[in-house]
Structures are given as structure tokens and as C-alpha cells.
């Protein structure tokens, strides 16, 4: 806008102070109109996709996303400009949107300015932008939940781009990733060693590292004794987008190993596992910053993992517990099977419960690192978990899984004198069975093997292929049930093109198990028996029942495909379904009720709502409130007997000009001109007589008692731009101030018209109050009214639709004048109503 920018760099030309900060008050009002339009048209189009006429992908999601925080954050920032402090609580509740919605979709927006250290007592899960996903829910649970969760410090995504820019690493990375065919393991593995190996040679910026030195001390003073881990959590990680396994986090980090440990977590960004995932997931990785965990380590007894639903069967509302002897690491990369505890929630009982052999367990050395260390039979077979501990257990997952609201996959650990300490949690994928399952026969069918954990269900076939390390994987070929001993870092590159999964040893809680249910792979853990099943053989895996069979069943494998029930979040359709529901409903409508508050928005379009309405009101109040308005204003030329002095805050007026007179005809600015063609319309009327001496008296009473006030004594005004108007009326005894935007947007066209007081009894101005509301319902104006004071709104029509409105408003205006003394009662009201309807072609209720 060439006049405000003039405007601002010329602070001389401007006659009062007072008239400059209405001027950057209405740029600021314009800038929310502009953006609050813009976001509601990305809404509409994402409801428009949503009714499934259209075809898009995850780059429409991302852009479309973008643009609406975009627009959101501009709105919050215009309207904490505009009416100041009292809006700030609009960025808290933009936090936690937001941050809902980077659970479904990671990415697709620039790492922001911030500290480089957070601790978790300062860490909320609206901070998962800033400090990853993992950080931000321990931070949550520690501080919201007040749940064990041990002591520890985030390091920032902020600390990880300052990282990065310091070395100039991240053309060097994108360079290396653009070309990168993620099909082939051996390119993976070339473009992560050499990926790796420069971020590893790189400094830590010294600021930085004095930040991680210092808080580690910090945590230390606290803890003398403890132990510390350095573990991943990183944007997009644990989310909807799990990233298990593909990270890597360093335990027992001693304080001369501090850095370097934290650089090794940097680097493991650069899996080849960890870049084939975020490829496959249409995922920027310049997007992903590595925000690390500096967390004290529990000395643990047994650890493991809680589903807080069964993931392979929606139906069962059992809590699962999977736990092991020692660190959870050997369960969860599916070194070994771990004991398993069912325990109804309703009931807090424990069921079914299955203890496996558990042959070794993972421990904290005494020199730092980790030690393995067998275990005899006779210990592997006791159960890692006392009844007690694990009701404990259950009841802390169901109460993680109320506060999120959603199916909760959980880390644990209990240390030697039975303290429980929660690690970790994440959105958990829950799986559903077909609808409408048909029971299939299987009787002819030669059964090969069975047993084990059905880890996804389904059920698909191929010739079966056999690894037994990461260096087979380049030789997979497509459409195999591969088998493979256990799960080892890399398997998630193959996902993409096996048909099935069978794990000789491992359960349900594993990494591997993790990343098959997200990429819908048919897979059962933990089945020994094996041997005859050769390199070739054509087999049919149902994994449902956790049966092998000869052969290729495609009737089976069609009937067994599962629904994925509770996050469908890899179908695009759905991503932006769930997108939607944070974005597009709409909660804060009523702007009288007493829950329209900046803390009640619920959503993107709440914010927008509430913020447009707020907008407005501040525009009303700060133009009605201008002081020294002679200084700069030119008088309306009519010949109505009505002083309105006229400002435009769109023009620069050269200072000869000043108090010149505007024609009446020649108003530069659509809504004023079109309430004014309606005062002509009606020309300017004598005084209403009275129909009684009471209303002269109330006429009399009214000017004695009433005491002198600023609005009262001022002429009426009218501030305006071309498609903007705020006027001030003093129409004899009553005020009314209308303000008023038509352009040729309908989001962004609205009147509103406050009309208060009169020179009549109290009784009598409630009658004409009452008449407005009656008219001004029917030309489609929401009404508010409390005594002689009515506030009427209409907003969201066209440009034509709202000229006429406005016209509506000025022939009411003129016809209203003084009218509050002659309704001595109902009936005359009523009249008068009725015949003012007549006047201005509006339908009439029944005759008198």
C-alpha cells in the first residue's frame, strides 16, 4: 500500500499522533482480512478434496498446510499488533494445533529461532516443533501428567541448524540425496557413509557445545550418580511416522564422550535405513532437523514396551505389556522374545500372560557402555514382571492414552528397588480386520509350519528368500516372503517390495514389527520352526493365523487384507483427513457467548474466527476513541442538516487542504456513499411529536440528568478508506456508530451498528429498540440488545448485497431520528414498525 508506506516514511506530513496509529491499526486490520481470506479459501479447497471427487498427493497436503499456518501466523501476528498483550494466548493455542497436526505430518515448515537447550521441566508437547516429538511428550508427561519420567534436557532443532549452517553442511548433504536411487541398498549405504563421515568430522560450534557442557553439569549437580543416555528424538520421529529403529541413541555416556555422542546421534540421521524411510515417505529431509535427549539412564531391571490396545486386533481392549530382562534394546531390535501380560482395563486384572526364554540381557557397564550377559535357563524362564507391577504398568498406559486420546505405544523401565520410569510414547497403529470377514476354507490346503506372533495380519505369497545379515539385502529380490532370524537396521529397505515377513525370533513390540504394520506387511515373530521352508519355494504366509502354506492361495491373501483402523495416516486421502479435523471445523461461533475466548479455539478456523471478530471490534473501539479529529478532517458538504467532519485514512490530504469540504456526492468510499444515498433517500425529517405530555417530560427529564460526556459534545465523523467505513452519529439525543467493509470479496464484507441512548424515558427507547431489532432481522442482521442499547451484525454477503444493507441503514437512520419519543406504547410501536416495513419494501407480519 504505496499511501502507508509514504505515510511511514514521512512522519511529518501526519497532523496528530493519534491519527498515525489508527492508520497502522487499519493496516493491520487489512492484513487480517487479506490472510483470514486466504486461509478460508485453502480451507474450502481442502474440504472440497475431501469429498473424493479429486485426485492430489502428499505434496498438495504439504503446500496446501503450509500456506494455511502461513496465513494463521500472519493473522496472530496482526492482531497482537492491533489490540496488543491481552492476544497473545492466540500463539499458545496456535502451539498446540499445530503440533497436533506435525504428529500426522512432519515437515513443511522452517526451523524457528530458539534456545539450544530446553529442559524437560520447560518442555510441553506443543514444543515438539522445537525439540522433536520424543522430547516434547516426556516434557508433557513429566510436567502435565506428573508421571516417573526421568530428568533430562532437550537439545534443539534450532542447536541442529546452527550445526548444520556453521559447517555449511546442508548443500553438501542435498547434493549427495538428490540423485540417490533409494531402491538400491548399495547406494543407500555409499550416499549414508559418506553423509555421515562429513557430519562427523564436523565441529560443534563452540557456543553450542559450551550450551550441552554446561547443561549436562547442571543435570549432574542434580544427580551425581546418575547415568546418562543421548538418544534421538527428532522432527517427524514418533509421530504418525514412527521412525523406529531407523535412529540411534548412545547409552551411558560418560562426560568426556558427551559431544561426540551427540554427534553420532546428528549423523544417525544418515542411516541408510533412516534415509530410505523418509524418501519412501515423500519426506524433505532439510525439513527433519535432529533435535537429541540428554536423559538419565535408569539402572534397569526389566524394561519393555505397552500397547495400550492390541495393534493387530482392534477388537481387543486388553493392555499388552511386552517386557525383558535388563535394557530394552534386545526387544526392541528383536534379539529376543519377551514375556507378554494381558490386563483388562476395565477391570485391572491380569489375563493371559505368555513367559518366554529369555537367554540374555543388556546392561550398563561400570566404565560406561553396555555389557551382555547370558542368562541361565532357569533365570530366563522366571517372569521379568511381579503381578503388582505390572497392574502399575497398565494403569499409567491408560492413563497416557486418556490424556492423548488416542492408542498409545509406550517405553518403560523398572529399576532394581521397583521404581517405574516412563521412556517414551508414541501414536501406536492399530489394526482392524476386514469387514464383513468371510470365513475361508483352508481344509485343502498343506500346511507347512505354524506358531509364533502374528505381528501384522494379512496374508500375501511369493517364492520364499532368505537373509541372515544387513550385507543380503541388496541382493532381495521383489515379491518374496523373505525370512530373516531376527530384525537387523536396514530391513525397512526391502518393505517396499517383499510380500510377506517371517522373524525367527522377536515379537510384536519390536522395531521391525513397528515398521511392517506402517508399510501393511504380513508378518509373524518369534516362529522357530523354519528348516522346511528352502530358497524358492512358493508359499502362502497368513500371517492372521500365523500359518505357512504350500503354494499360492489368492483367494486367501484377497479375503485377509486387513483395515487399518485407528491411523490410516500412509493413504493420502486419510492424511488429510486428519489434517482437516485440527484445521477446518468450526467451534467458536456465537461472539456473545461467554466461552469466545482466545483459549477456546480448538482449531485454525477457531483462530481465524475469533480473530476476524475481534478485528473488527478493536477497528470500532479505536476509531470511535480518536482524540484531536478537527486537526485532520474535511467537512461533509450536504445539504442535510448534519455536521460530519470526514477523514480518509487511505489518502494523503496536502496540509492547504485541510478542512476543505467534501461533496456529497463525490464520497470516495463505497459503504459511506451507499449509507448516504440511503439519508437522501429519505431526506431529513421534522421532529417526531410526542403522543403525550409524559414523552415531553421524559424528553425534559432526560436532557437534566444526563451528564456531559466527550462523544456528546463532538460532531458526528466518519473515518474511511475505498472500501472501508467507521461512522459516529450524534442524531440529537442517541448515538449510533456504524462500521461497515464491502469489497469484492465476500469474507471479507461486514456492517456492524451499535445504537445507543435517546432523549425519550427509558421505556420509551426500548420501544425503538425493539422496532430496529424487528426490521433489521429481517434484512438478515444478527441482533444483540439490552436496554436501549442494540448492537446488529451482518457480515459474509456480496458487494450488492451489502451496498443495499447499508442503504437499508441510512433510510432507518433518518427514520428513526427522535422517533423513541412518540412511542408512548406497544400498539404505537407496533405501527410504526409496520408502516416503516411498508416504506422500505420489506414483508409486513399480519395486518393491524
Known sequence: MKWFKN?????????????????????????????????????????????????????????????????VIAIINNMTALGGDRYKKLKECYAKIDAEIARILPGGRPIEEDEYIRFFDNIRR?????????????????????????DGFAISAWAYKHFIDKNDLQHKISELIRPLNIKSYEDLQNVSHQIQQIVTNAPIPDDLADEITRSYKKLREKNPKARFALRSSAIGEDTEYSFAGQYRSVLNVRAVELLESYRAVLASKFTPQAIYYFLSHSMSEDELAMCVGCIIMVNTRSSGVIY???????????????SIFGLGKY?????????????????????????????????????????????????????SLSDEETIRLAEFAVKIEEHYGSPQDIEWAIDHDGEIYILQTRPLRVIAPPKNEIEIDVSGFEKLTEGGYTICPGAGGGPVYRISSVNDLQDVP???????????????????????????????????????????????????????????????????????????????????????????????????????????????????????????????????????????????????????????????QTDIPLAVNIIYIDKEIPEKEKNRKVDENRIESVPMSSFWRGIKKEGWPAPARPADMKGIFGVFATTMTRTEDDRFSEKSFAILSDEYMILSLRMGYHFSTIEAMVTEQENKNYIRMEFKDGGATIERRIRRIRLLTDILAKAGFENYSKGDFLDSRLSYQDAESTKEALFLLGRLTVLTKQLDMALSNDAIAKWYTN???KKLDMPVDGDL
Open 126 to 150: 506443543e514444543n515438539a516443533y522445537s525439540v522433536g516429538s520424543k522430547n516434547a511428550q516426556l516434557g508433557e508427561m513429566k510436567s502435565r501428567l506428573n508421571l516417573p519420567v526421568p
Open 835 to 837: 408502516d416503516f416495513l
Open 308 to 322: 495400550t490396545r492390541n495393534p493387530v486386533n482392534a477388537g481387543d481392549d486388553n493392555v499388552v505389556i511386552n
Open 478 to 636: 521383489s515379491s518374496v516372503i523373505l525370512i530373516t532370524p531376527h530384525s537387523f537396521p536396514g530391513i525397512v529397505t526391502v518393505m517396499g517390495k517383499i510380500k510377506g515377513l517371517i522373524a525367527e525370533t522377536g515379537g510384536m513390540a519390536s522395531h521391525m514389527a513397528t515398521i511392517a504394520r506402517e508399510y501393511g506387511i504380513p508378518a509373524i515373530g518369534n516362529l522357530k520352526e523354519t528348516g522346511m521352508l528352502n530358497n524358492g519355494d512358493m508359499v502362502t504366509l497368513d500371517s492372521t493365523t500365523a500359518v505357512v502354506y504350500k503354494g499360492l492361495h489368492d483367494e486367501l491373501i484377497d479375503k485377509r487384507k486387513p483395515d487399518l483402523d485407528l491411523f490410516e495416516d500412509i493413504d493420502i486421502f486419510n492424511i488429510l483427513k486428519q489434517i482437516s479435523s485440527h484445521i477446518a471445523p468450526l467451534h467458536l461461533v456465537n461472539p456473545k457467548d461467554s466461552g469466545f475466548i482466545a483459549e477456546n479455539c480448538r482449531t485454525f478456523h477457531d483462530i481465524t474466527r475469533f480473530c476476524h471478530q475481534r478485528a473488527m471490534e478493536e477497528m470500532f473501539y479505536g476509531a470511535s476513541e480518536l482524540k484531536n479529529k478537527d486537526r485532520f478532517s474535511s467537512r461533509l
Open 7 to 71: 505515510l511511514v516514511g514521512k512522519p511529518e506530513q501526519i497532523s496528530d499522533r493519534s491519527l498515525e496509529i489508527i492508520q497502522i491499526k487499519f493496516n493491520n486490520f487489512l492484513e487480517i482480512l487479506h490472510n483470514n481470506n486466504a486461509v478460508l479459501k485453502n480451507v474450502s479447497d481442502m474440504e472440497e478434496k475431501l469429498q473424493g471427487e479429486y485426485l492430489f498427493d502428499l505434496n498438495y497436503i504439504r503446500s496446501l498446510v503450509s500456506e494455511i499456518r502461513r496465513g
Open 331 to 383: 526387544l526392541v531390535d528383536g534379539t529376543i522374545s519377551p514375556d507378554v501380560f494381558r490386563v483388562s482395563r476395565g477391570q485391572k486384572a491380569i489375563g493371559d500372560s505368555l513367559i518366554s526364554l529369555k537367554t540374555r540381557k543388556l546392561e550398563m557397564h561400570p566404565d560406561g557402555g553396555t555389557s551382555d550377559t547370558e542368562l541361565s535357563e532357569e533365570e530366563g524362564r522366571k517372569p
